[in-house]
């Protein structure tokens, strides 16, 4: 069983710039959910997906973009990259998207630097 | 949402238990609670979770007050590679979105 894969493992873009930033879902699961965490906080959720709908989000502005695709793999897109998006972007898929007790399973994350 | 409320940090010897603890006054009865760690710039990693009874897995056990406004992580033997950042989190109960604080660094010390 293969767990939860992001890439790219590190990103440097320049601001104003625009970055997408993809997961694959352990296999059997149907939902993720994206996070932020910038150095030295907890990770801030951002938006989720089950069955390719967004099915929630959090306090981000819209230039947080996402996207599932039929395999329930996922894009993250930020447009207009600022200095303070520079973070670690972790996905986390889970096996069944509504119930109470669904596991989150994280993958190893996308380092973003913004210069 | 329900807070949780965790010790900025703690230390604990090698081979000892670590008991980590977790406030969440305004849980609702329908909420779980999930236990994470983060070992330093790694995804976190799934601990344990449960909703009213203690649990107990291979990695650890969770105790829940009757009341449920708090609850211990305990992991009965410490090791080095237990060093990490431990989350307690409050599972919404209408969604599946989880809700982070900052967390308890726990250093295991030799």
């Known amino acids: 069983e293969t767990g939860v894969t992001q890439s790219p493992t590190h990103l440097i873009k320049t601001r104003g710039q625009q970055v997408t930033l993809r997961c694959s879902s352990q296999s059997g699961h149907n939902t993720v959910s994206w996070y932020q965490q910038a150095l030295g906080q907890g990770p801030q959720f951002i938006f989720q997906y089950y069955r390719e709908e967004e099915n929630g989000r959090g306090n981000f502005p819209p230039r947080f973009s996402g996207l599932q695709f039929p395999n329930y793999s996922s894009e993250l897109n930020v447009n207009a990259l600022e200095l303070d998006d520079s973070a670690l972007y972790l996905c986390a898929s889970s096996p069944g998207g509504q119930l109470p007790t669904d596991t989150q399973y994280f993958g190893p994350g996308t380092r973003l630097t913004v210069l | ?110």
């Open chain 2, 1 to 110: 949402d329900a807070k949780t409320t965790q010790p900025t940090s703690m230390d604990c010897a090698e081979g000892r238990a670590a008991n980590l603890p977790c406030n969440h006054s305004t849980i609702s009865g329908n909420e779980y609670v999930y236990w994470y760690r983060q070992i330093h710039s790694q995804g976190p990693q799934y601990i344990i979770h449960g909703l009213k009874n203690n649990e107990t897995n291979e990695m650890a056990s969770l105790i829940i007050t009757e009341d449920r406004k708090s609850s211990t992580l305990i992991l009965p033997h410490a090791t080095l590679r237990d060093t990490a950042v431990y989350y307690c989190i409050v599972r919404v109960a209408t969604g599946n979105q989880f809700y982070f604080g900052t967390g308890t660094s726990l250093t295991v010390i030799p």
